[in-house]
T-cell receptor, first 111, second 116 residues
Framework: GNSVTQMEGPVTLSEEAFLTINCTYT??????LFWYVQYPGEGLQLLLK?????DKGSNKGFEATYRKETTSFHLEKGSVQVSDSAVYFC??????????FGTGTRLQVFP | KAGVTQTPRYLIKTRGQQVTLSCSPISGHRSVSWYQQTPGQGLQFLFE???????NKGNFPGRFSGRQFSNSRSEMNVSTLELGDSALYLC???????????????FGEGSRLTVL
């Protein structure tokens, strides 16, 4: 079946530290891959996406590369800020608008 | 451009009651999806509607139902509420040409249901 596995949190970092949140997937077919972010008390917002192998999605300093050979879509940021504290969800989408989400990773950034 | 609007934002019900949640998608978006978010199960897909037709359905019991109107607004209903139905219910809309290709979803802030 189709599934997404992402690292458990919380991930706790100091401001300006390097961030990696791992995400791997299992899918039949050729999915699009997404990272969504959820700030406290809010709904999910699309952070970045990639629609085919070797694509790199980027936004607000965050990056993720669609790696078909390792079935991965790890999220990275070179220097995190306190304002990046949120829950991050990796997701895959196939031939419908149904998205399959990972369990989410809480990021806490301290000054 | 207004985002996805969900009402009510918060509600409290008791076991056995029913509840109806509403979602107004972004203007021009024809696809509306519903997700249930709980601490234990994470985000789980409920169903998706496109042009008033249910196109996809998740693994939830028949107590969970939905519909979409001609203006793309959607409602979901949960009957005979159980304690385990306490969750944040998220609605998402997308600009779907009808080809059913997975694309960007725009989420509302959710309706937080508490069942006592």
């Amino acid at each position: 079946g189709n599934s997404v596995t992402q690292m458990e949190g919380p991930v706790t970092l100091s401001e300006e530290a390097f961030l990696t949140i791992n995400c791997t997937y299992t899918a039949t077919g050729y999915p699009s891959l997404f990272w969504y972010v959820q700030y406290p008390g809010e709904g999910l917002q699309l952070l970045l996406k990639a629609t085919k192998a070797d694509d790199k999605g980027s936004n607000k300093g965050f990056e993720a590369t669609y790696r078909k050979e390792t079935t991965s879509f790890h999220l990275e940021k070179g220097s995190v800020q306190v304002s990046d504290s949120a829950v991050y969800f990796c997701a895959l989408g196939l031939r419908t608008d149904k998205l399959i989400f990972g369990t989410g990773t809480r990021l806490q950034v301290f000054p | 451009k207004a985002g996805v609007t969900q009402t009510p934002r918060y509600l409290i019900k008791t076991r056995g009651q029913q509840v109806t949640l509403s979602c107004s998608p972004i203007s021009g978006h024809r696809s509306v999806s519903w997700y249930q978010q709980t601490p234990g199960q994470g985000l789980q897909f409920l169903f998706e509607y496109f042009s008033e037709t249910q196109r996809n359905k998740g693994n939830f019991p028949g107590r969970f139902s939905g519909r979409q109107f001609s203006n793309s607004r959607s409602e979901m209903n949960v009957s005979t509420l159980e304690l385990g139905d306490s969750a944040l219910y998220l609605c998402a809309s997308s600009l779907d040409s009808g080809t059913g290709v997975g694309g960007e979803l725009f989420f509302g802030e959710g309706s937080r249901l508490t069942v006592l």
